[in-house]
């Protein structure tokens, strides 16, 4: 019988966080970190803003892979690939479209293009669902860092938006969490690489409310 995306534990109308790869104009995979919510079996949303990579190519090429990872790391990876000098992803190929998929995801869900509503900044992807696959599980303990680098991983993201927008006292209270998580990331995992990519998002927060 068929997966469905409600074989994989989704419930509808949560956003859960994924890792959207997407095709390139040159055909070569783009990976984003995107939030996906499940409406129904068939249907999956996606809320890209216009402006990103991951956006434009959802409109031209009209299919995606939503790729599901347990590990943070990726998150921070994928959002900041200019901070990090050794990739730890790669991508293979998937089975029913062009898009590759991550390797080692622990699920992932091909999909096409269904709809698109474009909501001033924000836009809204309708995705039909091709092929749900559940990869090769492994245990995972949660660790306090992994959810630390991933809302400090977001929060990083906004401070750019914040800036542009002239919201400097917003900033900086992101900058502020972004300290914050990166106290918890030295109780609880010292010396690992989730503390050195909290480094790495602290010293690019701090040049740009330092470019004002
Ligand atoms: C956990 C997480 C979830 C995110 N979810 C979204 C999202 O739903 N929509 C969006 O436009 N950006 C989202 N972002 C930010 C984008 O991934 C980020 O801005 C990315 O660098 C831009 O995407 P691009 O590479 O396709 O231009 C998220 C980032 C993180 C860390």
């Known amino acids: ?110 999909f096409e293009v269904s709809e698109i509503n474009e909501i001033d900044e924000l836009c809204e992807v309708y995705c039909a669902p091709l092929n749900v696959v559940v990869g090769c599980l492994r245990p995972k303990a949660i660790t306090r860092a992994e959810t630390a680098l991933l809302e400090a991983t977001i929060h990083a993201t906004r401070i750019r938006v914040f800036m542009r927008m002239g919201s400097i006292q917003k900033a900086e209270e992101l900058l502020q969490r972004i300290l914050y998580y990166k106290s918890l990331v030295e109780r609880v995992a010292p010396e690992s690489k989730y503390a050195s990519a909290l480094d790495k998002l602290i010293k690019y927060a701090e040049e740009l409310l330092n470019r004002q």
């Open 1 to 110: 019988m068929k997966t469905t995306p409600k074989d994989l534990g989704l419930k509808p109308m949560i956003i859960y966080e994924s890792i959207v790869s997407t095709l390139k104009p040159d055909k070569t995979p783009h990976a984003a970190p995107i939030g996906f919510t499940l409406l129904d079996d068939h249907t999956i949303r996606l809320r890209p803003y216009k402006r990103t990579i991951t956006y434009k190519n959802l409109r031209r090429e009209r299919q995606g892979v939503i790729n599901i990872v347990s590990e943070a790391y990726l998150f921070f990876e994928t959002t900041f690939p200019k901070l990090v000098s050794e990739k730890s992803h790669s991508f293979e190929p998937s089975v029913k479209i062009l898009t590759p998929r991550l390797a080692g995801a622990d699920a992932y869900i091909e």
